[in-house]
């Protein structure tokens, strides 16, 4: 990957949301190809990914990507209907996976009814099934991808603050109440997002600038300061979260 202004060598700053969308499409794109085998991705909920997802849904870039041997999970999901708005796997559903040709069994959005926690494990099994006994034991990454968001309030994924989730060690997938947002959510568990070749942090906006600091910091309190990943951890930020002056 390259960037006008490459900080450090898991940093990228590009201008702007639209730049960080295009960059992580490509990136996908070239991932995708690469990979001999199944490769497994898993989506991120957020204003930039929905960006990331249009543009995936062009007729050029959905002609030219594996769709048949790409599959797509997702990082979290708040656990409601997939006609609300607030939810992920409704969204990626309408701006991507109605408009290109992904099987329809190559596509894990996370269960949306009845008990979260059996919900939950519901997704952990529907994962730990797709991945294979063999994998499991040879201990090889879940994700290729995984992409990851960054709030306000240091949350990734689902991940929030001061949750009990994020003492999750061996749980894949758990629910998490956060206390300043809303819906009840289910959430990959820092082990399950540990298990990948790369995960792709996509900020952007001035608003992210203070936290993103602290985090690139390792400020303890974030809980994005504790994700972890068998391979990289790269980061795309546009210019105003990473806090630089745009002229
Ligand atoms: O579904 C979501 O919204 C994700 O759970 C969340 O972790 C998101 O990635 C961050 O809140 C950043 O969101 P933005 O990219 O919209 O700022």
């Known amino acids: 990957m390259s960037g ?23 990136f996908l794109l070239e991932q995708a190809l690469a ?4 490769f497994r991705v898993a989506l991120s909920g957020g204003s930039t990914p929905k960006r990331l997802y249009a543009l995936m ?20 999901d708040r656990f409601v209907p997939a006609d609300s708005p607030d939810s992920n796997r409704g969204m990626v559903q309408s701006i991507l996976f109605s408009r290109v040709p992904a099987p329809a069994d190559a596509v894990f959005p996370m269960p949306d009814q009845g008990d979260p926690d059996a ?27 995984v992409f990851l968001g960054l709030g306000e309030n240091g949350h990734t994924a689902s991940l929030f603050p001061r949750q009990p989730v994020l003492e999750e060690r061996t749980r894949w997938v758990a629910p998490c109440v956060p206390d300043d947002a809303p819906h009840t959510r289910l959430t990959l568990t820092y082990p399950a997002i540990a298990s990948s070749r790369f995960v ?12 993103y600091a602290r985090v690139r910091a390792g400020d303890p309190a974030e809980p994005a300061s504790h994700i972890t990943s068998e391979g990289r951890i790269e980061w795309l930020v546009d210019a105003a979260a990473a806090g630089e002056v745009v002229s």
Request: proline share 3%; net charge negative; aromatic share 12%.
């Open 4 to 26: 006008h202004d490459v900080m450090s060598a898991d940093q990228i700053v590009l201008d702007d949301a639209e730049a960080i969308a295009r960059q992580a499409a490509d």
């Open 35 to 38: 990979a001999k085998d199944v």
């Open 57 to 76: 849904a062009d007729p050029d870039y959905a002609a030219r990507f594996p769709w048949g041997r790409v599959q797509f999970f997702f990082g979290d």
């Open 119 to 145: 919900a939950a494990w519901a997704y952990e099994a529907s994962l730990k099934t797709v991945y294979g006994a063999e994998a499991l034991e040879a201990g090889r990454p879940l994700f290729d991808v």
């Open 200 to 211: 792709l942090f996509l900020v952007t906006g001035a608003s992210k600038a203070e936290v």
